[in-house]
């Protein structure tokens, strides 16, 4: 019992408690600083132009507010740490303002509360951060679309089930590849759209008595539209869990393409050699060549998916009315997951960039194998009138027989296709040697699939030139959104920075 008293005697007998501001406020603080300063101020300059266009406020004494908020020194409180003297940032920065501007900074507070500000600040810093992840993501798209444009000829095997399946090509692979990231760029965008909404105006959650402008608001942060309910503007989760889920989603779509790196990075698999600037050497063995950034790429996203989980699993059960709360521990996972992923699309279009292909192995490895005899029986359906079903059970036979005998599929001969068929239907076939070596040709199997999503050269080409055009239709979204966050910033800083001249132009600011 003595032990116990002790050591809540050491917690204290005031706000905050020593363990709560280690395990809560400590953290949320360092990660305010890093994070949320700059919007913060953001808010503040735009709650402020709105409250004196709506006239709830005087020019003097909108002038002085400028002025400090002007005069707050973000370096200073970014190298600050955290004293307990106020519960959060939020009540640093007003205790700064105050400082400055005297009992008129309190009216920056107006019609508003830290439940609504909070998730402004949070919805400003997210879409930051999928900007930047989606300008990654675009840039490694890009670099997909360039290395499947220089291997539409690069013939190589395709497997299901871990086993040899079919003949294709590597653009035919890469396309797909830069489909799927496509799909994920287009989540992130929906994830924007739902993000960049203003919560300015909900207040605590019933708006305010004050005639304030929400639209006005929503348009000097350069948002897109208000969340139109208030309650929900400060009780909805689901536009971070869908930023989670989006980014979860892509981290596993892009790790399944980079454990196939990996493992094309074998000797065994022989597919691909990476750069000298992308491997790192063995202490003890000296051939080694370690592709260790396709490693720790698989490792990270494996690391963004957990993140993301992290925030959904932390929004389960959370009472409508009480995100605001949880969201600070909640946001740090949404900022890590969207971190990692921007780092590891950027790592890998460096990577990809400077791939070197084994064609010829790859091509030897498709003309040994007998992944073309699917065009076998096709080639069987069209010459000899059979169903598929029977010449499925042809070539089938046949190819038992080939490796039975050891025997390869360029060692597949007409004889034992005859033999095959006697078996199967009662008689040889009409099939000439020159057909029969056409159809075990990759080449020819890749060149005669021209439907659309096909492996042929000039069907992939298409198909590329498509992704290229919705490339450069995410690209003008990417710098639209952007000329916009920094038109409505622009204007905003000129007019606070334009009135605190005023202010300081004729009279000093008092200090208190």
Avoid at 447 to 462: A, F, Q, T, W, Y
Wanted: charge should be negative.
């Amino acid at each position: 019992m003595v032990q116990k008293d002790e050591w809540l005697l050491a917690e204290g007998d005031r706000f905050p408690g020593k363990t709560y501001a280690e395990v809560v406020l400590e953290p949320a603080y360092e990660q305010a600083k890093a994070e949320l300063l700059e919007p913060m101020l953001e808010v503040n300059k735009a709650h402020l132009l709105m409250l004196r266009e709506q006239r709830l406020i005087g020019q003097e004494e909108a002038e002085r507010i400028a002025a400090a908020l002007e005069a707050v020194d973000l370096p200073k409180l970014q190298g600050s740490a955290y004293s307990g003297q106020f519960e959060d940032l939020f009540f640093q920065v007003e205790h700064e303002l105050l400082q400055h501007a005297g009992e008129a900074a309190g009216n920056l507070h107006l019609a508003r509360s830290r439940n609504d500000m909070g998730i402004a600040i949070y919805r400003l810093t997210l879409r930051e951060k999928l900007l930047e992840a989606i300008a990654s993501a675009l840039r490694l798209h890009d670099r997909l679309l360039r290395f499947a444009g220089e291997h539409t000829d690069t013939v190589m095997i395709g497997y299901t089930h871990t086993q040899q399946a079919q003949p294709t090509t590597m653009a035919h692979y890469a396309a797909a590849v830069s489909d799927s990231l496509g799909r994920d760029i287009r989540r992130l965008q929906a994830a924007y759209a739902n993000c960049n909404r203003s919560s300015m105006g909900a207040a605590a959650l019933t708006t305010s008595g004050f005639p304030i402008s929400r639209e006005r608001m929503a348009r000097l942060l350069a948002f897109d539209g208000l969340i139109e309910n208030a309650y929900d503007a400060v009780s909805g989760a689901d536009y971070i869990g869908e930023i989670a889920t989006a980014v979860q989603l892509a981290a596993l779509n892009l790790g399944r393409f980079v454990q196939e790196l990996l493992l094309w990075s074998t000797q065994e698999f022989a597919v691909l050699h990476v750069a000298a600037p992308y491997v790192q050497i063995s202490s003890i063995m000296p051939q080694k060549r370690n592709p260790v950034s396709i490693e720790h790429m698989r490792s990270l996203l494996s690391s963004c998916a957990g993140s993301a989980q992290t925030v959904l699993t932390m929004m389960h059960n959370t009472p409508f009315g009480d995100i605001v709360d949880t969201e600070d521990d909640m946001q740090p996972y949404a900022w890590k997951s969207l971190h990692t992923l921007e780092s590891v699309y950027r790592l890998l279009g460096c990577v990809i960039g400077t791939l070197r292909i084994n064609k010829e192995g790859l091509r030897a490895r498709a003309e040994g194998s007998f992944a073309t005899v699917t065009e076998l029986a096709d080639t069987l359906v069209r010459t000899e009138r059979l169903s598929f079903r029977t010449a499925h059970d042809i070539v089938s036979r046949v190819v038992k027989e080939a490796v039975r005998l050891g025997r390869s599929a360029g060692q597949l001969s007409l004889e034992l296709l005859n033999d095959a068929a006697r078996e199967t239907i009662g008689r040889p076939l009409a099939l000439t040697e020159e057909a029969l070596r056409r159809s075990l040709s990759p080449q020819h199997f890749v060149s005669v699939r021209k439907l659309p999503g096909g492996p042929s050269p000039d069907e992939v080409l298409r198909a590329l030139a498509g992704q290229r055009q919705r490339q450069e239709r995410d690209e003008v979204w990417l710098q639209e959104k952007r000329d916009t966050i920094e038109r409505a910033r622009r204007q905003v800083n000129h007019t606070v920075a334009e009135w605190a001249e005023r202010c300081s132009s004729h009279q000093d600011l008092p200090i208190h």
